[in-house]
């Protein structure tokens, strides 16, 4: 069983190196499937690895423990980075991976908890996992548990006004357990936000919903860890960790292509793709290199 927080230089060490594991497993199961959800999922790796890493309280060995951190990956087409986190963290068989987006795979192209061991919530249509969350939250603080619940969205899901009416609820119920992460990439399916539908001012609104909120550079593990401890401290209220990140990140064929929320991924792109998450990982530099 997993703590609750892993402290130190050495744990934040550890949550970068899952980060890239993450990055690494993710391009190697979609090169195997030949598509996917590659934007997205990259720009999410480094708050999956920190989660993972260390500040979520989980057990592997038994995935529906009643007491356990919650997660709910609201942008649910972003699931082969999560099945990629739970692998490496032992909540099924890495073999699995190579069944990613295939017939009769237990994961699916998005995620869901019927079929896979460690998935909270099944999600789809965005903006509607966000509302799960908060549900969420809010039964385990009627049971009396001390446990989080974590939920990550995507930027274009903003547009959704279900987005809203949760985060009202999450305020209006003090769900100060309950931590939203904000995938902030500046793209989504049909280009950038600017140019779909501009997002104005994100850590803005949600404080004017009464969220204690953040932004943070989403490519450093030690900022989002630290984030998180500080989300923890506020009492009465919800929180929003606003990850400034760049779609595609850490993967250089994905970085380089304006379009690149889907994107078919061959086993040279593959190659390439990990040989450059391990050559930056080994230099200490951040997943996004000068892009960022």
């Not at 060490?13 to 594991?21: I, K, N, Q, V």
């Not at 446990?147 to 009202?168: F, H, K, P, R």
Request: glycine share 14%; with cysteine.
């Amino acid at each position: 069983m997993q703590g609750v927080d892993t402290k130190g230089g050495a744990g934040v060490e550890a949550m970068r190196r899952l980060s890239a594991d993450i990055r690494i497993e993710t391009i190697r199961a979609l090169a195997e499937a030949g598509f996917g959800h590659i934007g997205g999922s990259a720009s999410i790796a480094d708050v999956l690895g920190v989660l993972y890493g260390g500040v979520m309280r989980i057990d592997p060995a038994n995935p529906g423990w009643a007491e356990r951190d919650w997660l709910v990956l609201s942008k649910g087409h972003c699931g082969p980075a999560l099945y990629a986190a739970l692998a490496l963290k032992g909540f099924f068989p890495m073999d699995w991976l190579k069944t990613v987006n295939k017939g009769g795979t237990r994961l699916p192209s998005h995620a869901d908890r019927r079929k896979t061991p460690g998935v909270d919530m099944s999600t789809g249509s965005l903006g509607q996992g966000i509302s799960a969350a908060v549900g969420i939250a809010l039964g385990n603080k009627t049971k009396g548990f001390d446990n989080y619940t974590y939920c990550i969205v995507g930027d274009g899901e903003l547009n959704e006004g279900q987005i809203w009416e949760a985060a009202q609820s999450a305020n209006t119920f003090g769900l100060d357990r309950f931590i939203l992460f904000v995938d902030w990439n500046k793209k989504q399916l049909d280009g950038e936000l600017d140019y779909v539908s501009p997002p104005l001012d994100i850590r803005g609104k949600f404080e004017s919903f009464g969220f204690q909120s953040q932004t943070v550079k989403g490519y450093d593990a030690e900022a989002i860890y630290t984030a998180i401890c500080r989300a923890k401290e506020e009492t009465g209220k919800p929180s929003v960790i606003i990850l400034d990140t760049l779609k595609g990140l850490g993967v250089s064929f994905a970085e380089r292509e304006s379009f690149n929320h889907y994107m078919t991924i061959d086993e040279g792109m593959a190659k390439e793709g990990i040989e450059e998450i391990e050559r930056r990982y080994a230099a200490g530099t951040y997943p996004g290199g000068d892009l960022l």
